[in-house]
């Protein structure tokens, strides 16, 4: 069955650490995929979105993720993170555009240590 | 500016009564959806709409119903029937099914 899986529910890293959260999905093809982020009680926020081209993507916040379709992965990056990047994270697929909505992983919540 | 309202924020409701949850968008999106959030838990989706006057059931429909006679409104309604009410409520569109969903701030209902 096709599917989102974001291995990690909960991770904790100290302020100026790097990140890296993982994602993985099931699809044939070379899905959409996206990133999002969600703070406590509010909607969620697109980080960034990968359709084609360089597999390397930048987005907001100083955020990055890349595609690995060896691996099947699209992994979220940031060099050193702030303690407002303290939320929740929602890796995203799409297996065709215009055809399939949004399939959404679990989440991973980050907390952040000063 | 351009986006997605959900109101009320917080809504309180008695067991056993019908509720709706409001959802506008003046994004000129097709497509709209309805999402379910409980604690540390990810989306499920409830309703989504291509076009107007057009709906389909997601994966969790049941107790809940939806309508879509404008474009830029996707209301849903709460009923009696379903089981446990009590959650955050996330409203979202785009442009087309595959697209980047926007959403809306979300809608916290409490059933008592």
């Known amino acids: 069955a096709q599917s989102v899986t974001q291995p990690d529910i909960h991770i904790t890293v100290s302020e100026g650490a790097s990140l890296e959260l993982r994602c993985n999905y099931s699809?044939?093809?070379?899905?959409?995929l996206f990133w999002y982020v969600q703070s406590p009680g509010q909607g969620l926020q697109l980080l960034l979105k990968?359709?084609?081209?360089?597999?390397l993507v930048q987005g907001i916040k100083g955020f990055e993720a890349e595609f690995k379709r060896s691996q099947s992965s699209f992994n979220l990056r940031k060099p050193s993170v702030h303690w407002s990047d303290a939320a929740e994270y929602f890796c995203?697929?799409?297996?065709?555009?215009?055809?399939?909505?949004?399939?959404f992983g679990t989440g991973t919540r980050l907390q952040v240590f000063p | 500016d351009g986006g997605i309202t959900q109101s009320p924020k917080y809504l309180f409701r008695k067991e056993g009564q019908n509720v709706t949850l409001s959802c506008e968008q003046n994004l000129n999106h097709d497509a709209m959806y309805w999402y379910r959030q409980d604690p540390g838990q990810g989306l499920r989706l409830i309703y989504y709409s291509q076009i107007v006057n057009d709906f389909q059931k997601g994966d969790i429909a049941e107790g809940y119903s939806v309508s879509r006679e404008k474009k830029e409104s996707f209301p849903l309604t709460v009923t009696s029937a379903q089981k446990n009410p009590t959650a955050f409520y996330l409203c979202?569109?785009?442009?087309?099914?595959?697209?980047?969903?926007?959403f809306g701030p979300g809608t916290r209902l409490t059933v008592l």
């Open positions: 990968y359709f084609s081209g360089d597999t």
């Open positions: 699809y044939g093809a070379t899905p959409y």
């Open positions: 979202a569109s785009s442009t087309g099914l595959g697209d980047e969903q926007f």
């Open positions: 995203a697929v799409a297996p065709s555009y215009n055809t399939d909505k949004l399939i």
